[in-house]
């Protein structure tokens, strides 16, 4: 952990952030186990934030690729159409 450098760890925070992003996956390409990232977070966050991120993280299906029941790849809605066709306008 102490070999990142500051890109690496703002993104280690951004995709623990990230609801759909599994601890899996950041271990897969940091390299650091969840109890690791766990650490990062209360070291670079401040103290009200990493709480409010272990309270929200806490039991989260998505964050546990053994506990998802969705099928590994992006969510697509039903609604989106291709880029290019896309006709559902922007609020």
């Known amino acids: 952990m102490e070999n990142l450098d500051t890109i690496a760890i703002d993104r280690i925070i951004e995709m623990a952030w990230e609801d759909r992003t599994s601890f899996e996956a950041i271990q897969f390409q940091f390299g650091l186990k969840e109890q690791e990232v766990i650490e990062l977070m209360r070291k670079e966050m401040k103290p009200k934030s990493f709480k409010m991120w272990k309270e929200r993280v806490q039991g989260r299906k998505t964050k546990h690729e053994k506990l998802r029941t969705f099928e590994q790849g992006r969510f697509k809605c039903s609604r989106q ?8 306008s922007k609020r």
Do not use: F
């Open 81 to 88: 159409k291709s880029i290019s066709n896309n006709s559902i």
